[in-house]
């Protein structure tokens, strides 16, 4: 069975009386390239154990089966059973968990499922709608040594950010924080039936081992980046005063920032994830 074949999908589909939901946000693909290339762009080999989200109809299930020694997949619709029951029938290495990935203890679902496996990774086409929370949960679980999926281009773009441009965040220095985010393709709406109005990206990260820079407090690293970009057109005094002030008091603030010999109005979109950083060790010793 072609799984990326529209009209055995659609044969496949109405077989079982499965039809799209739009709350979860499902996309399956019809272009065979893309699974064979996102789940070479996994790296997985046999010796590593795979999660994935939402498995569709399996197609991209059946690539990264043929690659990896194990597949675990979170589905959280339980109308795709039969669907599955059939189009995964031969992969024998392969497990469908039912159930919400955002309700799943992550490190307790990896310990269960891969404890033979020598590595542990993430490959996935991700529900635009869950993307961001999906994402901070696998890069917090601390248990995966790399991430790929396909997103919405924009929220790759976003990720993978520099300072000083429209698309750096809070989120983007998350994940930069955790791992070296590289978008491998993008994949156009044809792509998919149903076809999104948006373009998707496929995203490549590989999880930090240790962090890029070191920080005296990373608690409080995080709450300088959440406040800097809270209120990102104000300046960078300005919003940590907004946030901070009732703790540190807005002259220790400016002075921090002084320290570090940034401008008075400087913005904190103009700041790298190394000069945040050093804001936070200043203010760290305030």
Known sequence: MRLTDINEIKALLARHGFHFSKSLGQNFLCAQWVPEDIAAGSGADKTTGVLEVGAGVGCLTVELSALAKKVVCVEL??????????????????????????KTNIPALVKEKFSDCERVVVCANLPYNITSPVLTAFVESGCFDAITVMI???????????????D????????????????????????????????SSVVHMKVRSAAPVSVKNEKLFFSIVRAAFNQRRKTLSNALGNSLGGHFGKEKIVSAIAACGFDEHIRGEALSLAQFAALSDALSEE
């Open 77 to 102: 619709d339980e109308s795709l059973k039969p669907v599955l029951a059939e189009t995964l029938a031969e992969c024998n290495n392969v497990e469908i968990v039912y159930g919400d990935i955002m």
């Open 152 to 166: 919405q281009k924009e929220v790759a773009k976003r990720i993978c950010a520099r300072e000083n441009t429209a």
């Open 168 to 199: 750096y965040g809070a989120f983007s220095l998350l994940m930069q924080w955790h791992t070296e985010p590289k978008i491998l393709f993008d994949v156009s709406p044809g792509c998919f039936i149903p076809a999104p109005k948006v373009t």
